[in-house]
Structures are given as C-alpha cells and as structure tokens.
C-alpha cells in the first residue's frame, strides 16, 4: 500500500509530507525530487523506481503529488486516489497552488490523516468529510452524541455521500448533459476516428433521502420496450435512440440495477456531482467540417486557405469557435484574410489563431494566409502538426436526450412534481483535428 | 489569518523561542506553537528535542491541537521511545471517549507509533474498538490489525487479534468488512501458506454481497482479494463473474481494472464453447477502451495492462485498434504504448489504416517516438505478408527524407524484412547504399554491412562499400566488426577472385590486432575453414537462413499469466513480477492462474497417449512386475520390453541388492507410459511402491537444442492427497539428447480432491523453457498398503457389516492360472488371500487390501477349473474404488 505522500511545489522544495509506513524513509522525498522533478529530461513515465521504492506521481499546475511505495501497490487505485485527493483539496480550498496549500497544511494533514489509514483510501467523499473535518477544528467538539453518530455512519455508511435531514424550501435540479467530440480527420475528409465522451453532471438540492431515476433514449432500454409496446412511438423514437459504447457511473448508481435492467437508480449526493461518464462512436453529428489546403511554393513560401463548414440546424448557434492553423518554425511572416471573425499569427504559438464569435448551422466560412518562411539548410521537415479546432454547441453531438428524471421521496411530502428540473445539452470540442 | 506564515520563520535561536511558546499558558499560542513545529518538521528540520513539549499539550479536549501532536507523536516516536511512553496514558484514556471519532483517532495513532514498548499497551485498548458498538471505530481497529502485526507479527497471533479480524469479514457494516479484508490480504501476504483468509463460498458470498455497498475503496480491497480465490467449479466461477460484471462500469478505473483482473482470472475455469464465456469476453472490451479517456496517468497504467491482456486474448480488443491512434497531445509515455498495443493488433484487415497512422507518426518531433514508429513499420511488415510491400515503399519514403535517426532505424529494419522475405526487395539497396555516409550507429552500420555481404553478387561495388569500413575497424563496435568479419568472407566466397586481398585484411585485422576473444576465435574459425575447405566454408558461411518469427518481444507465457493475476498493479506497470521489485516476504508468494479442474487438460490432450482407463492399460510398453519374477522366468513367451530398459534393469538391480526377496519389495505391474512430449522434453515415467514407500520413477530426455534447468514438479490436489516429498532430483541440468532416471518419492498427506476418474493425478512440471501440463491414471496398487491382511473373523464381520447393495461383480476374463499362482501374484501387489475354500470344484479365495486412506475392500475370487473367465465380488464401505480395483486384478494377474 502507499507508504508515503508528498506534495512538492515546482522547485521540488517539500510542501506536505506524510509517512504512513516503515520502509519509506526520509531520504524517500528526495530521491523524488532528485530524480524527478530536477531530472533534465522531460517526464517520461508516470511511474519511477527509484531505488527500489516506486514512485507515483501526477501534476495540478506547478503542484507535483507523489505517492512512494515499497510493495506492488494496485497502482491505478494510487493514481485514482491521487486525483481524489486533489478534488478533496480542490473543494476545501479551491485551486492546488503552493500558496494554497501552505496556507492550509494543517487542514490537509488531517484530512491525509482521515483519507489514507496506513496507506489505504477511507472514505474520501467531500461530503460526508466536510461534516466532521472543517477549517475551524473547534467545532468538533460541540457535536451532540446523535451528531457523532450520526457522522460515523454517514462516513462508514452505505450511503457515505449524502447526509440525513437535509431540507430545502424549493426542491431543484438542474442536469446539464455535457460532451465533447473528438476528431481525426485526414486530409481527404476521411474520418479516421471519431468519438464522444460525455458526462452527466448534476446539481441537485432536494430535501431528505430522494430516490431518483434517470432515464435517456439509450438504445438497448428503447429497443426493448419497443418489443414490448410495438406503436408507432418506437419507430419515432427508435430512431433517435444511440447506440452507447460504454459507460460508468458515480459510486451512488446501483451498478447491479443498471446490469440486469439497465435503470439509472440512485439516491443523489447534494450539490454539485457527476452522475455519469458515457462513449459513444456510432452516428456521431460532426458539427463542423475543416476543409485544409496547403500548397508549398518554393522553398520560402506557403500558402495556407482553410474552410470550414458548420453541419447541423440553421436555427442553432455555435459560440467561441477557434481554429488553430501551425506555421512552421521558420515563419518569418504571415499575411491573412478571413471572410469571418478576427485572425492573428502568434509567433510564440507558431500558429494562426482564428478566432469567430458567433456561427449559425449550414454556414461555411474561409481564411486564407500566406506565409513566408526563412531560408534554412536543415534537412529535416516540418512535421505539419494538424490543424485544430474548438468550438461549443448547444446540442449533444452523440444524438442524447433526456427522457426523464424522476424523484421519488416518500417519507417528505413532495413530489415528482414539485421539483423543479433544468436540462441543459452543451457540445465542446474535444480534440477536433484535421490532418493537413 | 493563514497558516503560511509558519513556513517562514527562519531566525536562530528558533527551537528556544518555539520551546518557549510551547509552554505558554494560553491555548492559542500552543496550538500556534505546535504548529511552527509541524511546519519545520515538514520541510525537514530536525524538531525531535521538543519531543517532552509537544507531548505535553496532548492533554487538550481541542481536537484539532489533538491531531497536530498525534502527527508529531508519529514522526518522532521512534526516535525517543523512552518519552513516547509518556503519551501512552493519553492514548488509553482516548480510547474510551464517549466520541467515536477520538476514539478512532487514538486508536489510529497508536498503531502508527512504532515502539515496542507501546505496543504491549495497545493491545487491550485494540480488542475493545475492534468489537466497539461504532462501526468508524472498528474500521479503523481493523487497519490498526494490520499495522500491529507489521511491527510485532507473533504478538498479533498470541492475542487472537487474527480471529477478530477474521470475525469482522461477517460485520454488518461494508467498510468495516472492506478494511478487515484488506488488512487480512496484506497479513496473509507474509504467510502464504496459512489459509488466513479462508475464502470458502460462504465468505465469498458476504465478500460480494459487501462488494455492493462498500466505498470505491473498499470494492478494489475486496476484488483484489476476491481475484485470489480458486472457484471449485466452473458454475462456481461463473456466479462470481455474473456478480463482478456490474463492477465494469464504476467511474473509478481501479474499480474497474480490479474486477477485469478477477474476469481475467475466471475466464480460465469457463468452458470456452459456452454462451457465457463469450458474452463475457464481449463484456470486457467496451470498459478497457474507456480507460483511456481517463487522465493520463490511469491511461498509462491501463495501456501496460492491455499490452498484457493483448497478448493473453487478443481476441477481446482486436476490433478496438482505432483507440489506440496516438493523439498529437498525448504525453509520450501514453504515445509510446500506444504504438506497441497497435503493433499487436495489427492484421491484414486493418493494416492500410494502421500503416498510414505510422507514417505520420515517423514524423513528428520525439525522437523516441518516432524510432518507435519507424520499427513498428518494419514489423507489420514482418507480421502481415500482404501489407510488406507497402511497408517498404513507406520506408523507403522516410529514408528520402534524410533525417539521420529516420534513416538509421529504417535500414535496421529493411534488414530484417530481408530475412523474412528473402529474393523478394533486393532492388532497393541501391537507395539503401546511398545513405552510407550518414550511419553513425552501430545498430544501422552492423545492418547495413549486413545487407552488403548478404547480397554481394548483385552489388557491384560491395567490396569498395565494405573496405570503407574497414578503415576505421578498430574504433567500431564489437556488433559492426563481427558483421564486417562475416560480410566480408561472405563477399570473398562469393566473389574469390577479386576480394582475396580484403579477406586478408580483415582476417588479420580480427585475429591479430584485436583484444576481442569473441572477434579473434571467429576470425580464427572463418580462417582454418577457408584455408582447409573452401566447399565447406561456403556450405557454413552460406547455408540458408532460418526464417525470423513474426511475434517479437512477447512475454514468456508462465510470466504473461502472473501478470495478468497482477492486474492494476505495479507489477502489472513495469512487466516484472513482484518479486523483481518487492523486498522481503510480501510479494514473494507467486500468483498463478486457476486450473480448470475437469476440462483443463483438454488442450493437453493431445500431449498425452494416456486418455482414459482402457488406454492406460492397453499401453504396449509393459513390463512384467516383479513381484512376479518368477512367473515371468517361467513364461518366457511373454516379448521382452519394449523401449523401456532403463526402470526395468534400475528395479532388477534394487532386487538384487537387497536380495531378501520379494517380501521387502513389493513392486507392482508397471506401467511405462509416455506422459509427456512438448518443446524437446520427453517425459516418461511410472509408479511404484518399494518397501512401504511410493515413487513416481520417471526419465527425462531432453530432445531440444538447447540444455535444461530448473526443473522442478506439482501435483494438483487429488483423490489421495498424493504430494511429492522432495523437490525433484535433477539438480543439473540437462544436456540436450541427455536423459536422466530420477525417482520422486511420494506420500499421501497432501490436500484431497475428489477426481474423476479417481485415479487420475494432474501433473506439471516445470523448466526455464515452459510448464507442462499433463494427467496420469495412477495404477490404484501402489496405494495398497503392507499390513493389508485382514484377521479371518473380522473379514467374516465386516463382510456381513457392509450391506450388500456395495458389493460390486466384475468378470476376469482369459486367464488361464490357478488358484495358488494367482494369490502369490497377488500377493506381490499386497492383497492378501485369507481363506481359500472348495465349493463344488470351484476354488473360492477370500481376499482383503487396505488403502492408504485405510479403505479396506473385501474380496471373494470364483475360479471354476476349465473357465478362463473369474468373477470377483468386491465389497467396501467406499464402493466407488471397487472399480479400479478390479481392474488393478484384471492387470495383475494378465502380466
């Protein structure tokens, strides 16, 4: 198991240090940050042995987090763990910085005190952790005995992510159904893989226990109801069912319910939290198309002329469109002219960055630059990196919607009803790149 | 007001002032004091003579002040146990708080201080959380277990804190049972083979059960532990698969990886022509795929580990080659294996997509990468005949491009399509040729010296190229000038006229003016060979080239399947199993994975010419028992063994030196079977019993080119807990066309598994090449114990006793002896003739054997004079044995 965790800022001086076992030594935190952190070469593995004491590493900004151990750890549980930790810090003191995590050492001791028991992960859900590990360490005292108790079970409970006797005078949610698309196109306008990774990510301030129930025009679920009805609503909506490639869930999702049934079940944290992670690969709406042209005149001349295409409904708007065109590192100077939006060369890019504010559905829009290259002996080539895009959309690329979000609580007097409910379908580009 | 500010103080004189503020009266200056020390302590100053301070404002119902001295109580503890002593009161006092989080909290740190004197103080106050009425605090008990028995092992096994632990697998609360697991799991890790555990279904069933509820911490402890569980059956594993299945879809990947280790396992023990098997196979992809739109990090890790599930089934990802495109902003360690997964799911129905994504990849900046890809081209072209043409084209497209790197990895590769498609690319060394002035390492020189000398006699200029390598001969490295050596009498056998001069040269140039042992004996060998027998040197130096093999760099397969018990592990990450990279006792255990008990030995079949009962004793190679030495003398029809003179003359020269005859051995019909034949190891062997003691007596040859070593033997679990006593006596190793007789002594004590039949016995033996795998029928005689002769009164009793549906009948047929020479046979193999009777011309024998399980079985043999055919009634509480009994008769009394 982890036998010691360290957390150094970007010149490898120690921030946080804490030993949960005997075999790592103090002369562990720096091996690390020897053979790391002032390493010369670039990182080339998240994992490093040093000295027979391996060691687990992951970045936040200028923050290294290190994981020393001297057994065969389960090594993803680490890194899972790691980035835990990180989320844990994040919701207690906002962003990972040195300044950040000086001015709350004492607060992260004691949660890597509660978090990690001689190297195993307890319970480390922000929740239940914020009940009894606050910034102001007094409070704990004045906990009634039903108060402590009622904490040990919600952190060692089966429901260790929510609280009991939680109230709200308006019960609400709000679901935004978040997904960003990813492209990579050759620069035939061949599609050599495409993909959606999405994520449900609720908020949600309901009063007492609700069991919810979460329902999306998933394939598998309408196809099989559709056996069972047989009316003209399967063939609607069997149509606009997707095919879901894979897909995982919070810890609060009754797994074995979603296996044998394939109902989204659970009894939802409170506030803010990602019910659901999803992929899928099959009909995906490639909301633009690039269409690049690179011609090499000479050898101190390109010229570079970029389309792009918008391919979904006139009515829609996509927002903060960028395309990133790479010059190569020769470029001694860039003329442009775009149809649409502003263009700008940045040198210490290397590339054109045109940016458009605003696009409507079934558009198509154009740039055209020249570039001028110095003259230079190497031999070697311009990679010609691809040319990037970001985008946001207001619909789901991979075709989901929501079919319902019921919430059941029945020991308070609300109902389905009562609850107010926002749905909101954001599509981002992932990384959406077109080979030139 | 931020606590940042306890990190800069920095004067001299530091430790008085904060000694000082220690002792202040007031709360806050404590706490603010302990904190500095903290603070110092984290940045590695040396704050240990505060020790007797700090531990004084431990006394504090300010829970926060608690846990800083707590923390500084565990860095420092060890240092100065003496004083640590002084906290114990603190300790035990905590331990009985009215709030459940102190007492955790106390409980907790008590476990972390390691001093053993403390330690005696911390057992009573442990047996009381571990059964506290707050399932926080028996959590936390249960881990403290575990840090207990690391600082005092036999001190945690004295006090029953083990049973405890053990108790809390059936505790209500998930957590309480997840942290009881896995403090098991590490325990049990040091004691391999103590059945700590004690995974039985029963708690296999809470595990699951556990496994719903628990946190996802707490499901990875339990599949982890789960993963090492032998199901009994595949129905077994199947229930465990149904119920682990849901785990796939968990938003932690470790939760994920976890449960894919368990299915990996599993996988083993199902039936791969049935329903579920498939179903789950199809299951496992989907999962793996979405690792890797994790964080990098977790890619990573999943990568290392579908590198192995690729290689143990390829089948599960083989649609799945498209997620392994590298992204252009992939780190690099992601990028890197990317390129080895997609190398190995390369095929000829994606090979057009996967080779233009390498030829993008060969130009990008990292020069690690982009070698990577340059090679990974050269072996699609080695893996997949169709697509090689276009692979040289591609690569002679990278070597225009002249970048150095490109160009040296590209002909280091052409060399080796060369060897596998050979007369087929020829044309391109021209191109090859022009590049010679810009290899600079020896990898590149040594290949491109290759293709010279390979194909002198379609270069025209090959002696000019290779002379103006010789130039420099001395500075090169030992690679370059063993290859120049071997080009160069290539090219003169080749083209003799011309180049003999140069053959001088280099000839001189290896042998004389070189320190190499290595280059001077083959400079001396090519040498002799050319001055003697230039017809011969050719048919040597020219011979024709095995073939290369299509797969490179896979795992050894015993390695490949610890691996995959090693699921989400490091071992898993660095491809090294535990025991490469662990010190001491954790780790050391080696995993393996589970054997199908009935159907797994169906691949090894077809190693096997022992396939059921009627083979084993129809086996041509029999000699006769001797026991029945003299019956053997008299029938001298009887052919005489066959290919079988080493067991026989070894067991003929044990009579003889113990020439007491046959009462002190009792040997038995033996079978020689051929048990095994695989990868040049031939294994033949039989059994036997000499003087009370079994012996498997086996003869190992070695058919392979290559010696042998390491050998070492393991029966699986079996209907007579048959185990061997000693390791297996063959200490050196085994020359190739060598082969050595050894005798494994044998005892009944081990672990007992029902077979069917029961007879049989699963075997593997183990060597530095592989393991193999093959079943035997053990003849059931050698079980057949000496003081088998049952008293006359109690065989009339006990035959009564045993009611009569156990008594079986069996018919003997074709044997043409009396009844004196078959009790002395028999005899020979102790079954033991009581009584004979006369009923009506027929002679009865009334016979007893016992097991050395103590079965007895009971015996009446009906020999009517003039019928060649007997019958046996066989009696015996355990009536399945009665079967091979008889057929240990029907073979005793036919040799």
Redesign the interface.
Known sequence: ?IGGLFIYNHKG?????R?????IG?NA?DAFRVNVIHARQ??????T?IA?T?F???KRSNIWLAAA?????????V?????KMCDVMAAYFGKISE?NV??????I??LL?EIL??G??????TGALKT?ITQQ??K??H?T?EE??Q???Q????I?WRREGIKYRRNELFLDVLESVNL?M?PQGQV??A?V?GRVVMKSYLSGMPECKFGMNDKIVIDKQGKGGGSEDVAKSGKQSIAI???????CV???K??TERSISFIPPDGDY?L??Y?TTKDIILPFRVIPLVREVGRTRLEVKVVIKSNFKSSLLAQKIEVRIPTPLTTSGVQLICMKGKAKYKASENAIVWKVKRMAGMKESQISAEIELLPTND???W????I?MNFEVPFAPSGLKVRYLKVFEPKLNYSDHDVIKWVRYIGRSG?Y?T?C | MTDSKYFTTNKKGEIFELKAELNNEKKEKRKEAVKKVIAAMTVGKDVSSLFPDVVNCMQTDNLELKKLVYLYLMNYAKSQPDMAIMAVNSFVKDCEDPNPLIRALAVRTMGCIRVDKITEYLCEPLRKCLKDEDPYVRKTAAVCVAKLHDINAQMVEDQGFLDSLRDLIADSNPMVVANAVAALSEISESHPNSNLLDLNPQNINKLLTALNECTEWGQIFILDCLSNYNPKDEREAQSICERVTPRLSHANSAVVLSAVKVLMKFLELLPKDSDYYNTLLKKLSPPLVTLLSGEPEVQYVALRNINLIVQKRPEILKQEIKVFFVKYNDPIYVKLEKLDIMIRLASQANIAQVLAELKEYATEVDVDFVRKAVRAIGRCAIKVEQSAERCVSTLLDLIQTKVNYVVQEAIVVIRDIFRKYPNKYESIIATLCENLDSLDEPDARAAMIWIVGEYAERIDNADELLESFLEGFHDESTQVQLTLLTAIVKLFLKKPSETQELVQQVLSLATQDSDNPDLRDRGYIYWRLLSTDPVTAKEVVLSEKPLISEETDLIEPTLLDELICHIGSLASVYHKPPSAFVEGSHGVHRKHLPVQHSRSFEWAASLLLVSGPAAAMDQPHVIPSQGDLLGDLLNLDLGPPVNVPQISSMQMGAVDLLGGGLDSLVSLNTHILLLMKAKGLEISGTFSRRQGHMYMDMTFTNKALQHMTDFAVQFNKNSFGMIPTSPLPVHTPLMPSQTIEVSLPINTIGPVMKMDPLNNLQVAVKNNIDVFYFSVLIPLNIFFVEDGKMERQVFLATWKDIPNENELQYQIKECHLNADTVSGKLQGNNIFTIAKRNVEGQDMLYQSLKLTNGIWILAELRIQPGNPNYTLSLKCRAPEVSQYVYQTYDSVLKT
Do not use: W
Request: one cysteine or more.
């Open positions: 198991m001086e120690v921030l946080i240090s030993v949960y076992r005997d075999d103090r935190v670039q990182v080339r593995s998240p994992v042995n027979r391996s687990l590493h992951v151990t001297k057994q065969n750890v389960n090594a993803t549980m890194f899972e763990f790691l980035y300044e000086k001015n709350n050492f004492v607060l001791y004691e005190d028991d001689f195993y992960p307890q319970n480390s859900e009894f360490g007094i704990s005292q906990h005995k402590q108790s904490i040990t079970s952190v060692t409970g089966q260790g990579l050759s050599l893989s993909h990774s490639d894979d897909c995982t869930f919070h810890q009754r797994l074995s979603f296996d990602e659901m992670r992929r031999k070697k080539k990679a010609r990196p691809p990037s990384i790149e080979r």
